[in-house]
């Protein structure tokens, strides 16, 4: 098995102690829809450019003609023009239930976005027959764009989570195809613990598929069948964010327990350990091994204590920070904060390189086709914001 240094939580506490803040511009406020000044603990400053608001936004990404799409956690699914302004709803997609974490969750665009119009989205689902019942769920669909919106057709389910539980926390379902032209989901453990280390079940894990969502055959554990078949890697908690380097390294990231989050790099078959091991422990005071107790288990590149929340990942090579390439961001919730993450290319070692804040947690994060950085903030009225490096 491949193990990764940890990075210890003692000096990732030293580098927050710097704390990132946000400096409103003359004429506006960080609250308000003006642009403002971000300083990082890292003394980087950046200009961020408030530019649509959202009711609850969960993901994004951009098209090759440089509009995009954005989910938001109720159901509706927005079309933006390349400035950033909603340009009108894509029509036609599933009727979801906001409940808990659940609702509308990631898009992504098939590898063939330009031939054939598909997308992937994953929601969350309950059972009609009984409604605390639940389960993510990945769909391929069509889309079909104009100026002013879009509409889905052809939808049809690929994957779920099995088996559907009660509750509605720890759905996960982020997904990245793979530069091999592979569909690769993050499944969380749905706040059951056991799951993540048990192969009858696909939560708690990282599954790969083919793009139609029939299982590989060279897949680690495909010759147990069943739902062991789709699963690439497991031991994990909560994976809200998942990316491919370009070393085609596959990095996600995980919401620990009580502190604890990760920063993996995801190595076809490993078990991550949770919940045997953790940097965290159970929200109700148990404590909870370190992974250095534990060696048969993949330790993190990186891990956060306190915790920072993770939600939405990206490995930058956007061109518009130089410095920056090859580092992860990352959107923080409770640290209310953009983390960077430097990542060294030949180790694959990792370490907090920066934190920007401007209070308010942050949902999702993307590389602009233009080199900027974009991110959603959480919640009710959650902004899109561009940013760029500041000019002085």
């Excluded at 159901?75 to 979801?96: C, H, Q, R, S, Y």
């Excluded at 613990?193 to 990282?206: H, L, V």
């Excluded at 091994?289 to 534990?294: G, K």
């Excluded at 929340?309 to 410095?323: E, K, Q």
Aim: one cysteine or more.
């Amino acid at each position: 098995m491949r193990h990764l240094k940890l990075v210890s939580a003692a000096a990732l506490a030293a580098g927050m102690a710097l704390a990132a803040c946000a400096t409103p511009a003359e004429n506006s406020a960080a609250g308000g829809q003006g642009s403002f000044t971000v300083t990082g603990s890292d003394r980087v400053k950046l200009t961020a450019t408030p530019l649509e608001t959202f009711d609850a936004p969960w993901a994004m990404t951009f098209l090759p003609d440089g509009r995009a799409l954005v989910t938001e956690k109720a159901g509706t699914f927005w079309l933006l023009n390349a400035d950033g302004t909603k340009a009108g709803e894509i029509t036609g997609g599933p009727e979801v239930q906001p409940w808990g974490q659940g609702g509308l969750g990631d898009v992504i665009l098939h590898p063939d976005f330009a031939k054939t119009g598909e997308i992937y989205l994953s929601y969350s689902a309950r059972e009609p027959q009984n409604m605390e019942a639940s389960n993510a769920v990945v769909e391929l669909a069509k889309l079909s764009l104009t100026e002013t919106g879009g509409a889905l057709s052809e939808r049809k389910i690929i994957w779920e989570q099995t088996p559907k539980h009660t509750g509605s926390g720890h759905y996960g379902h982020r997904m990245v195809v793979s530069p091999d032209r592979h569909l690769f989901i993050t499944s969380g453990d749905r706040q059951l613990f056991t799951p993540a280390q048990d192969m009858n079940s696909n939560m708690g894990k990282i599954v790969r598929l083919n793009l139609d969502g029939s299982v590989p055959a060279d897949n680690p554990f495909a010759d147990q069948g069943g739902v062991a078949a789709q699963v690439w890697t497991l031991g994990h908690r909560n994976p809200l964010g998942i990316d491919f380097d370009n070393s085609g390294r596959l990095w996600a990231q995980e919401m620990g327990p009580a502190h604890g989050d990760e920063l993996n790099l995801i190595i076809r078959g490993e078990n991550y350990g949770y919940p045997e091991v953790s940097n965290g422990d159970h929200y109700d005071g148990r404590k909870i091994p370190n992974h250095d107790t534990r060696p048969e288990f993949a330790a993190p590149a990186a891990y956060w204590v306190p915790a920072i929340s993770p939600a939405g990942l990206v490995i930058y090579y956007g061109g518009m920070f130089p410095d920056w390439n090859g580092n992860a961001f990352i959107g923080g919730l409770s640290s209310q904060a953009l983390i960077r993450v430097k990542i060294d290319e030949e180790s694959a070692r990792a370490s907090e390189g920066g934190r920007y804040s401007w209070n308010k947690r942050i949902r999702e994060v993307e590389e602009g086709p233009d080199g900027a950085i974009y991110v959603l903030e959480d919640g009710d009225n959650g902004r899109l914001i561009r940013l760029t490096p500041a000019s002085n």
